[in-house]
């Protein structure tokens, strides 16, 4: 499947910085985190935003929004 802007919530901003939640029922934690996924929110995703992860296996991560350019958006794991 694709991103899901539905799925996509804010949790916490302050300071020009917000902390998302994104909620996936089909697709899987490695496909979510691959470069371009969240591609459809770029606008509105900043770099160093965090981004809550659960997939549709129950897996759970914390994304940092790594790269935003062009529209194409890029997270990591945080350290």
Do not use: C, H, K
């Not at 897996?59 to 350290?79: D, E, F, H, K, M």
Request: charged share 10%; aromatic share 8%; proline share 1%.
């Amino acid at each position: 499947m694709a991103f899901q802007s539905r799925n996509l919530s804010v949790i916490a901003y302050a300071n020009g910085f917000t902390l998302w939640q994104y909620g996936s029922g089909a697709d899987a934690l490695a496909a979510i985190t691959a470069s371009g996924y969240f591609n459809e929110a770029a606008p509105m995703l900043r770099v160093a935003d965090l981004i809550v992860i659960a997939d549709s296996a129950g897996s759970a991560g914390i994304r940092r929004v790594a790269t935003n350019a062009g529209g194409t958006v890029t997270v990591a794991a945080t350290a």
